[in-house]
Nanobody, 113 residues
Framework: QVQVVESGGGLVQPGGSLRLSCAAS????????MGWHRQPPGKQRELVAA?????ITQYADSVKGRFTISRDKAKMYLQMVSVKPEDTAVYYC?????????WGQGTQVTVAS
């Protein structure tokens, strides 16, 4: 079993920056891929970025060049810069371990002036 907890969400102005954190606990040695997903109001959840235990990263086209994912074993971060109103969403951390995915409860990010 793996537990993940997100933190760092909040209100940020357009063009501003924010850093999200995800802390995993439990069977962390089994974690392979970790990722950030988001669910904008009234829309489906979507992948934002992912990172393997080897450091290979993947980004959604909408955030390339603005968001940076990083990881230190059981902790993962999402550095967000030049944020836009369309980045407003609940951001979720997901960790894969033993062919199962484990979700956090989410953290709200609101981009507004």
């Amino acid at each position: 079993q793996v537990q993940v907890v997100e933190s760092g969400g909040g209100l940020v102005q357009p063009g501003g920056s924010l850093r999200l954190s995800c802390a995993a606990s439990g069977a962390i040695d089994m974690i392979t891929v970790m990722g950030w997903h988001r669910q904008p109001p009234g829309k489906q959840r979507e992948l934002v970025a992912a990172i393997t235990d080897g450091g290979i990263t993947q980004y959604a086209d909408s955030v390339k060049g603005r968001f940076t994912i990083s990881r230190d074993k059981a902790k993962m971060y999402l550095q967000m810069v030049s944020v836009k109103p369309e980045d407003t969403a609940v951001y979720y951390c997901k960790a894969f371990a033993g062919h199962r995915g484990y979700w956090g409860q989410g953290t709200q990010v609101t981009v507004a002036s």
